[in-house]
């Protein structure tokens, strides 16, 4: 395998992992805003960011450890193909295990709620 073909697979998975997890991202938030309670969707926002950004960082921690170790006793360019090759596995299995867990996300209700209709001489309620 040569550099070339080293850093096209590279490209390949980092695309198809962040296509992966793109497409998890707006499903989640979009099952968060339909089972909260309207009065609650802001802390819900707040609590998924705060995920978001925590399941990132632990993320990065972990592939810079996965990197780390397996570069221990080895000339340069094995360590960097077999690092990266150690890595992406990893990522390709975090990926299918969110992509498993994705249809345990809640769907659309059954009977959605009713939006109450304006009242005589009131204005109907804006949509937001």
């Known amino acids: 395998m040569s550099a070339r073909n080293s850093v096209a697979w590279s490209a390949a998975a980092a695309f198809l992992i962040g296509l992966g997890l793109g497409a998890v991202g707006a499903p989640t938030m979009g099952s968060l805003y ?12 707040s ?6 950004q925590l399941g990132g960082a632990l993320g990065v921690a972990v592939v810079a450890l996965i990197l780390a170790a397996s570069g221990v006793g080895k000339s340069s360019a094995e360590v960097a193909i077999g ?6 596995w990893f990522l ?4 299918l295990v969110i992509l498993v867990a994705t249809p ?8 959605p ?12 309620p804006a949509d937001t």
Not at 47 to 52: D, E, G, R, T
């Open 34 to 45: 339909r089972t909260l309670p309207p009065e609650k969707v802001p802390q819900g926002s």
């Open 47 to 52: 609590v998924l960011y705060n995920l978001n």
């Open 83 to 88: 690092a990266f090759r150690n890595a992406y």
């Open 92 to 95: 390709l299995g975090v990926t």
């Open 104 to 111: 345990l996300l809640p769907g659309r209700p059954e009977h």
């Open 113 to 124: 709620v009713p939006v109450p209709a304006a009242a005589p001489g009131e204005s109907a």
